[in-house]
């Protein structure tokens, strides 16, 4: 067993302690059932429930002296299962176990493992839960049929905690079948980038967090099938003409922005580039590599192909340019997360291997229970749009009482105040603007605006007397309502805005987790859309940037 690794590469500084809210849902959160009880599902005594299509959720916690079968001590798979799919969560001492024995296995095996077939490679699953469910009934049953999975088990979708739980149990239970691979999103720097860490802190806490990333240090980095077909999640590296190098690495680490390491998580294969390896543009670190450059490495290694993940796939797979000397592609890309961020709709293949002959096979999509973005209660979602209408009562009372006395004074669609005049207010009547106050950093652009208007509008709520007001004061008092309507409208306008794109939320069925693609473009690119072939290929140009390091 190796150490502990360290957490943050030298090229990456380490990011300053952020203090976060404790967890939302998590175990502490949640009923436990009593000793030797399984978890029961939410009860509807009444029976009178709106939506009764909804399977009703899990209610308590699954806790260990159920899990763990009493006669074996392995894991019981068929009741995690079920638990899972019922979106039900672990005790903290049970999912804190479960990893940790998971590490122990893993750390006994090394860096580059052997398998032999029969066995069925999978690629990216990303979070997508049930269509795993789907892939192994696809693929086989964990009792009877070798996995290699190749890695980025997290990130994307919003089932990565179930996914993650699911695998390490069923590498507990048959160690010997199921092998995980590491890939590239199991790093801290990408689960915190996208929102793994985001889930795995509001299913259940950051403790949980820090020692699943220190079990993905401890994941084997590539395999060897039937001494002839080189699996990893990535690619090649400049550095690696002998595969036998890959012992030598240390895997116990953050992975480095270059080095071997880096490539093989990394690197793409280029089905049009001359130069043997040249820098990976789209990724931002590690390589491209040519078809030569992946046949000379063949060759050299006695090797009939590379067998990878790592990129989505239309197909769910994709065969690279036939290597002449053997007849064989000589890169196989695979990817297992059909309707990728549940924006692609392309489709998941896995590859069965058996007897040297290699047998693809796809599946669609399943449906997942829906939820909003980021984890968000129904009770935030709904917050923006109880403000409008209270806004719009505001508008009403002060309305009458003061009118827009120039066009320019409308606040724009925005929230944004129109520009000042020459006098030096809005409305040119000489006053002076109200500074800029400093924005709030834990909020977006939009609440910073609604609370500096709700400060503007806490102005002079106590006007004086009608009987004690000069001309000048009850020309002055006239402005301030005048301000507080401008402010309201502002106000609205921020708050429709936050509606809107809560709106689009909802039309888009809470697609993409972590905001890493723009609910704006993508419903803005529903127009161009008329085939699934043209989904496929604005959804990939609007990801662009988020497959960049």
């Not at 046949?295 to 790592?310: G, M, P």
């Not at 065969?319 to 392309?346: L, R």
């Not at 002959?357 to 009770?379: D, G, I, R, W």
């Not at 000069?470 to 509606?499: F, G, N």
């Amino acid at each position: 067993p190796r150490p502990r690794a360290m957490a943050v590469s030298p090229e990456m500084p380490e990011e300053p302690p952020v203090e976060r809210q404790p967890s939302r849902s998590g175990p502490a959160a949640r009923n436990r059932p009593g000793p030797g009880q399984t978890p029961s599902l939410l009860s509807d005594p009444l029976n009178d429930r709106q939506v009764t299509s909804v399977a009703l959720p899990a209610a308590q916690l699954l806790a260990g002296d159920v899990f763990w079968d009493a006669a074996t001590g392995a894991p019981q798979l068929q009741l995690l299962q079920r638990h899972l799919l019922a979106e039900g969560l672990l005790t903290q001492e049970l999912v804190l176990d479960l990893i940790s024995r998971v590490r122990e296995k893993l750390e006994q095996e090394p860096n580059l493992i052997n398998v032999s077939d029969p066995v069925t490679v999978v690629g990216d699953i990303h979070g997508q839960f049930f269509d795993l469910q789907t892939l192994i009934d696809v693929g086989g049953s964990f009792d009877d049929t070798q996995y290699l999975f190749l890695g980025d088990y997290v990130d994307r979708g919003s089932f990565s905690m179930e996914v993650v739980t699911y695998l390490y149990a069923a590498k507990l239970a048959h160690p010997k079948r199921i092998h995980l691979l590491r890939g590239n999103h199991e790093s801290r720097q990408m689960t915190s980038y996208f929102n793994f860490r985001e889930e795995c802190e509001f299913k259940y806490d950051a403790c949980v967090y820090n020692t699943l990333m220190d079990s993905f240090d401890a994941m084997p980095i590539a395999a060897l099938i039937n001494g002839q077909f080189l699996a990893v999640h990535g690619g090649l590296s400049p550095d690696m003409t002998d595969f036998r190098i890959i012992q030598q690495i240390d895997r116990y680490q953050e992975p480095p922005r270059d080095g071997l390491l880096c490539d093989i998580l990394w690197s793409d294969p280029s089905d049009t580039s001359i130069q043997p390896f040249a820098a990976n543009t789209v990724r931002g670190c590690a390589h491209s590599f040519s078809l030569s450059a992946a046949n000379k490495f063949l060759s050299e290694n006695n090797l009939l192909s590379i067998f990878r993940a790592h990129e989505v796939q239309k197909d769910g797979y994709k065969f690279h340019k036939t290597n002449p000397k053997t007849s064989m592609p000589s890169v196989i890309t695979i990817f297992s997360a059909p309707n990728y961020c549940d924006a692609y709709g392309n489709r998941g293949a896995v590859l069965k291997l058996e007897n040297n002959t290699l047998n693809l096979k796809q599946f669609n999509f399943t449906e997942h229970p829906y939820h909003l973005a980021n984890f968000m209660s129904v009770f935030e979602w709904s917050l923006p749009f109880v403000a409008e209408q209270t806004l719009a009562v505001y508008e009403a009372i002060l309305g009458p009482f003061g009118q827009y006395d120039d066009a320019e004074e409308t606040p724009h669609d925005d929230g944004s105040s129109p520009p000042a005049t020459a006098e030096g207010s809005p409305g040119g009547d000489g006053t002076a603007k109200p500074p800029r106050r400093t924005s709030r950093p834990s909020l977006t652009p939009e609440e910073n605006r609604a609370v500096e208007y709700a400060l503007e509008l806490s102005k002079g709520l106590i006007p004086l007397s009608p009987d004690d007001k000069t001309p000048k004061e009850e020309a002055a008092a006239s402005r301030r309502i005048k301000q507080k309507v401008l402010a309201v409208a502002r106000m609205s306008a921020v708050y429709k805005k936050i509606v809107e794109n809560h709106q689009k939320l909802i039309c888009l069925k809470g697609v993409c987790p972590g905001d890493k693609l723009s609910p704006d473009l993508l419903l803005q690119a529903r127009g161009r859309i008329a085939s699934e072939d043209d989904l496929f290929d604005v959804a990939q140009s609007l990801d662009t940037d988020n497959e960049k390091r």
